[in-house]
Nanobody
Framework: QVELVESGGGLVQPGGSLELSCTAS???????MGWYRQAPGKRRELVALINTSSMTTYAGSVKGRFTISRDNAKNAVYLQMNSLKPEDTAVYYC?????????WGQGTQVTVSS
């Protein structure tokens, strides 16, 4: 079992930046980690993935603006979000895939609005 706790969400103006953090209750060394988001009335979608070798994958809509990173020593994964747009507004969820199991955090709200 892995518990994931996200933080760092909030209200930001278009063009602004936020950094989300996700801390796991146990080592993430052997886990693929990811960030997903779900906007009102829409399905949850992948934002970014980082594997155990720190190779990354991004959704086309965030490529070049968002950066995912991990710190295994802190059991943490981060999502740096720059040049935010109103369409980035959503609840952002941290995901851990390890031992053939998916684990999810409770989510953190990101609102991009002037």
């Amino acid at each position: 079992q892995v518990e994931l706790v996200e933080s760092g969400g909030g209200l930001v103006q278009p063009g602004g930046s936020l950094e989300l953090s996700c801390t796991a209750s146990r080592s993430i060394e052997f886990a693929a980690m990811g960030w997903y988001r779900q906007a009102p009335g829409k399905r949850r979608e992948l934002v970014a993935l980082i594997n155990t070798s720190s190779m990354t994958t991004y959704a086309g809509s965030v490529k070049g603006r968002f950066t995912i990173s991990r710190d295994n020593a802190k059991n943490a994964v981060y999502l740096q979000m720059n040049s935010l747009k109103p369409e980035d507004t959503a609840v952002y969820y941290c995901n851990s895939y390890v031992d053939y199991n998916d684990y999810w955090g409770q989510g953190t709200q990101v609102t991009v609005s002037s």
